[in-house]
């Protein structure tokens, strides 16, 4: 008998109680940190990356092996992937070796034909669509913080991008309002009534509880004009709009005096190495989650 794959392409796929399962996962494996259940040993893990990467390559690698299993790392253009070789065939080759997926992929479609090929989980590693495995770690960031996500207002500022339209995905689930602020010519079409649209940075700050940024200049972007963006700079100003115990959040690299300016990197709101180390937590549980197959159990399931 086979067993459909559980791939983690999208939060948008899932029911919010099945991630919300997963985040409680993710602080448990958080507070054994030292003492990590050896819940993936002698499972393998490929991660394929067509994109430079810090956080999601080295906290996948670290935290398959806190939890006893190994990774495989391919640089798409060392493989036959990156010459005539099918995405049909890399997947069924793949599938044979590994226990999961891990694919940091340009295009969304690219990476969903993949996974459809495949007979282990494919987990998304960034897309030019979403980044859920951040928002993710984002989510449980929130949590630590503030006590929980429900009811939060996160104001989004800055460019109109893959990781924004993931805090889009994400806000009906956890049940946050999201508020984006940019340029009035990149607005996006507001997807949900947990979604707003304010051109007036100052306004989007107000009262907000998150005041959330990325780089202006996604990969593959290089030469775009940034000017526009100047007003949406986070600056300690703008914070001093948002409310008393607000926190700055940025899934980095950060471009300083770009998106941020680094005063505002320097208060106690920056939780930025906080949401970072997270990346690991969060993708733990993820990777307990799509290997169930493997006999892996989540939590205290
Ligand atoms: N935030 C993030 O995905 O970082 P990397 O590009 O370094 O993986």
């Not at 939890?67 to 798409?76: D, Q, S, Y």
């Not at 800055?158 to 984006?180: C, H, M, R, S, W």
Request: one cysteine or more; a negative charge; glycine letters at 4%.
């Amino acid at each position: 008998m086979s067993i459909e794959p559980r791939h983690f392409m999208d939060l948008e796929d899932f029911e919010p109680e099945v991630l919300k399962k997963i985040l409680a996962h993710a602080h448990e494996l958080k507070a054994q940190k030292f003492n990590p259940p050896q819940i993936l040993e002698g499972l393998s893990l490929a991660m394929m990356f067509d994109k430079r990467s810090t956080r999601t390559r080295i906290s996948f690698e670290v935290g398959m092996k806190q939890l006893g299993g190994h990774t495989v790392i391919l640089n798409v253009g060392d493989i036959q992937l990156s010459g005539a070789e099918s995405l049909e065939d890399t997947a069924n080759v793949l599938s044979r070796y590994v226990d999961a997926i891990m694919i940091r992929m340009s295009d969304h479609e690219r990476l969903e034909e993949f996974a459809s090929y495949c007979k282990v989980p494919v987990i998304n590693g960034m897309t030019d669509k979403s980044h859920p495995c951040q928002i993710m770690a984002d989510m449980m960031t929130i949590e630590e913080k503030l006590g929980g996500v429900q009811g939060k207002k996160i104001t989004w500022l800055g460019d109109y991008n893959n990781v924004t339209k993931t805090f889009e995905q994400a806000a009906p689930i956890f049940d946050f309002e999201l508020v984006i602020s940019t340029p009035e010519d990149i607005a996006p079409d507001i997807a949900n009534d947990h979604v707003s649209y304010r051109e007036s940075p100052n306004d989007a700050v107000w009262n907000a509880d998150v005041v959330v940024t990325d780089t202006w200049v996604s990969m593959g972007q290089e030469g775009k004009s940034i000017e526009k963006f100047m007003p949406y700079q986070v600056t300690p100003e703008l914070m001093s709009e948002a409310a008393d115990s607000a926190i700055f959040m940025h899934c980095m690299p950060i471009h300083e005096n770009e998106e941020v300016s680094p005063a505002v990197l320097k208060t106690p709101a920056c939780v930025i190495y906080d949401e970072a180390e997270n990346r690991l937590h969060a993708q733990k549980a993820i990777l307990a989650w799509c290997m169930k197959h493997a006999g892996v159990t989540i939590g205290a399931e």
